[in-house]
């Protein structure tokens, strides 16, 4: 069975940094095309961006809200993506998923951006 | 971006009720289009995928069809623990969008 494991979550003032990790399990890693969802409170899903496996070219792309701030990467040896979250504004404020698949989702981990 | 519009945006429907949910695409997106269902404090689960296909495990209760523009998402018949938010969302392009979301609620 698969597993996905988000953490790094936390409370960062506007303008700050945040670096979110998503630990997998139970799957090929470096087959995966592994993608961030986030949800503000009590609103709907949104769709932040996804990386290719490196067999696939390793692409990256990004939504327009947070292309330019935010920098996907992974470390296939740990079996680890990343979310760089830069220049953070509180609209950013969100609970973070990771997805493998769209059918396997990670438990979520919230960021804060408040002063 | 594709933008994806749902409705109704809320609704209440009785135990035993047949219940539908229309989602459509500003554009073509073929079949691409997968339904999740979301309960508060969980992620989203995923019920139908490439428009009418069952994701293994959910109930038979649950279906979609329709390719294009226009999706629907149906339940045959309601039970209890279908309250929840349904999102529909695309897979045919990037940005992969989603819907607002239908919150449903149990009479």
């Known amino acids: 069975e698969v597993y996905l494991v988000e953490s790094g979550g936390g409370l960062v003032k506007p303008g700050g940094s945040l670096r979110l990790s998503c630990a997998a399990s139970?799957?090929?890693?470096?087959?995966?095309?592994m993608t961030w969802v986030r949800q503000a409170p009590g609103k709907g899903l949104e769709w932040v961006g996804r990386?290719?496996?490196?067999?696939?070219?390793?692409?990256?792309d990004y939504a327009a809200p947070v292309k330019g701030r935010f920098i996907i990467s992974r470390d296939d040896s740990k079996n680890t993506l990343y979310l760089q979250m830069n220049s953070l504004k509180t609209e950013d404020t969100a609970v973070y998923y990771c997805?493998?698949?769209?059918?396997?989702w990670g438990q979520g981990t919230t960021v804060i951006v408040s002063s | 971006d594709i933008q994806m519009t749902q409705s109704p945006s809320s609704l209440s429907a009785s135990v035993g009720d047949r219940v539908t949910i229309t989602c459509r695409a500003s554009q073509t997106i073929s079949i691409y289009l997968n339904w999740y269902q979301q309960k508060p404090g969980k992620a989203p689960k995923l019920l139908i995928y490439d428009a009418s296909s069952l994701q293994s495990g959910v109930p038979s209760r649950f279906s979609g069809s329709g390719s294009g523009t226009d999706f629907t998402l149906t339940i045959s018949s309601l039970q209890p623990e279908d309250s929840a938010t349904y999102y529909c969302q695309q897979s045919y392009s990037i940005p992969r969008t989603f819907g607002q979301g239908t919150k449903l609620q149990i009479k």
């Open positions: 990386i290719k496996s490196e067999t696939a070219g390793g692409t990256i």
């Open positions: 997805l493998s698949s769209w059918d396997v």
């Open positions: 139970g799957l090929t890693f470096t087959n995966a095309w």
